[in-house]
């Protein structure tokens, strides 16, 4: 028997690393560092997606709809695999940046997520696969592939083109695209409709159909977006926006489809959990609207000359809306628990750093006063990061030694 609340353990532990590693790099603009800002980003980004997230989210679907597959052993290889190249990573980053062993340890990561797919899907009992849910988990398992295409592509293009060509950055952007959009967004998606199967609430087969169509137009669709920062041609915005308005559509129904069982959602969840799924909803929408106007020209060229409003967006769908959307699934499965002291201290520095990131690129657009302390302020606000992830990494600790 795998005790799954290790392994989120483990997830926890990168958490807190990468907490670590975003306030590291805060440090770098107000005091001189003996460190290679890019190499630690690099460490920063791969540990957050792969450690922490990846981790989260396939401990979830193997709890949901694997474990009665009755393969642990096999599951176990997995996670050990996954976890060297993670760990792999970890070292290597920091100390080379893109180099020799990183790109070793981050291409065995992709084959070990292949390998997780497949596990998946092969293995998958069949009464879930008529149900909802599991098509959405297939989907976004499908988006965690075509995601690879990404890095597969930045190791052609580097020995061929450089990392000067517009295709370095569009690989990279690519790889986010499907990475949030495609597998993060819809295994949260496809876990929610699992606790509303088992809850017995029922939609009508016609409207989750429109859903799920609208919401995979939109997906692949707004991957067009990831490619205005080098102005292409207007072809490519027109479709930028067609997906946009397909994700508004899909999310649109989405809402439709939950607005008479908020309630019943409601009594299924822990005050905490039920408080980071409203913060994960309403900035969804916050999400998708952004994501509309950034399908115009103006919007477009302006959100890519000013690198904060990427950062401050990135942060937004990473800790806003998908950090607080599993964290509350966690502890739906009896995986985690939350402590409110965590919720509030985590709150309290995603909006006050959002708040100051957006800021500065609002700033600088509009010409609005930047004060000289910013960076000394913002650097101040991210330290409630580590503290927050401490406190419920090392609570969880505390629960999983008590309960061995």
């Known amino acids: 028997m795998i005790n799954l609340r290790k392994h989120i353990a ?31 980003l690099h460490a920063h980004s791969h540990t957050a997606l792969l450690g922490w997230i990846y981790l989260g989210l396939t401990t979830l679907i193997y709890k949901i709809f694997l474990s009665e597959a009755q393969k642990p052993k096999l599951y176990k290889h997995i996670f050990v695999f996954t976890n060297i190249c993670i760990l792999g990573m970890l070292v290597t980053f920091p100390i080379q940046g893109y180099a020799l062993y990183s790109i070793i340890f981050s291409t065995l990561f992709l084959f070990a997520s292949y390998w997780f797919m497949w596990f998946a899907v092969k293995y998958a009992p069949e009464h879930f696969k008529n149900r909802f849910s599991w098509k959405l988990i297939k989907a976004a398992l499908w988006y965690l592939v075509i995601s690879s295409i990404g890095p597969w592509a930045i190791g052609g293009v580097m020995a061929t083109l450089g990392p000067e060509s517009i295709w370095y950055k569009s690989s990279i952007y690519f790889y986010l695209h499907f ?39 939109g997906v692949l669709f707004t991957v067009f977006l990831s490619f205005l920062w080098f102005v292409p041609p207007i072809a490519i ?30 009594k299924s969840f822990s005050p905490n959990s039920f408080l980071l799924l409203k913060i994960a909803g309403s900035l969804l929408a916050v999400k998708l609207s952004m994501q509309l106007f950034s399908a115009f020209p103006y919007f477009a060229n302006l959100t890519f000359q000013l690198k904060d409003f ?23 499965f009896k995986l985690i628990k939350l402590q409110k ?48 992830v401490g406190i419920l990494f090392f609570k969880n600790l505390k629960n999983l030694y008590l309960s061995a």
């Open 341 to 388: 002291s965590f919720i509030w201290i985590f709150i309290f520095a995603f909006i006050s750093t959002e708040l100051l990131i957006f800021y500065k690129a609002t700033a600088l657009w509009l010409g609005f006063p930047f004060f000289q302390d910013y960076y000394i302020l913002l650097t101040i606000l991210s330290c409630f990061f580590p503290i927050a």
């Open 237 to 266: 915005y027109i479709l930028g926006l067609i997906g946009a308005v397909a994700q508004l559509l899909a999310f649109y129904e989405f809402y439709l489809l939950l607005k008479n069982h908020f309630s019943a959602i409601k």
């Open 310 to 332: 990427v950062i401050g967006y990135l942060h937004l769908v990473f800790l806003g809306i998908v950090i607080t959307a599993m964290l509350a699934f966690l502890e739906y």
């Open 10 to 40: 483990v997830a926890l532990l990168y958490f807190l690393l990468v907490a670590l590693m975003g306030l590291l790099l805060r440090f770098f603009f107000v005091t001189p560092i003996p460190l290679n800002y890019k190499f630690i």
């Open 179 to 217: 990475q949030y959009n495609g597998w993060f967004i819809m295994a949260l998606l496809g876990i929610l409709f699992y606790v509303l199967e088992e809850k017995g609430i029922h939609f009508k087969p016609e409207k989750l159909k429109s859903f799920f169509l609208l919401l995979n137009f």
